[in-house]
């Protein structure tokens, strides 16, 4: 039974860590539309596959422009626009 709490270990720190790098696409998705984000990420699976991977440029798109965004409105040193 120990070697089954090790996978189940190593699991959950491979999911969180997936979760933070991952942009965070879908946990803003879902807070901006109010729904859990394990669902927006189960559809986003589901579309992949049906759609042969054609969601992974979406899903690139919202998180370059949601990293542009976080980098722009982010006060201090890491702000690149002077005002």
């Known amino acids: 039974m120990k070697s089954f709490d090790h996978i ?9 860590f997936l979760e933070k790098s991952a942009f965070g696409v879908c946990q ?6 109010r729904i ?6 189960l559809y986003f699976i589901y579309l992949s596959f049906i759609t042969f991977g054609s969601p992974f440029v979406i899903y ?24």
Request: hydrophobic share 45%; aromatic share 16%.
């Open 8 to 16: 189940d270990n190593l699991f959950a720190s491979n999911r969180n």
């Open 28 to 33: 803003q998705v879902g807070e901006w539309m």
């Open 36 to 41: 859990n984000p394990a669902t927006i990420r």
């Open 60 to 83: 690139l798109f919202m998180a370059f422009w949601l990293n542009i965004k976080r980098y722009i409105t982010t006060p201090g040193a890491n702000r690149f626009l002077s005002e």
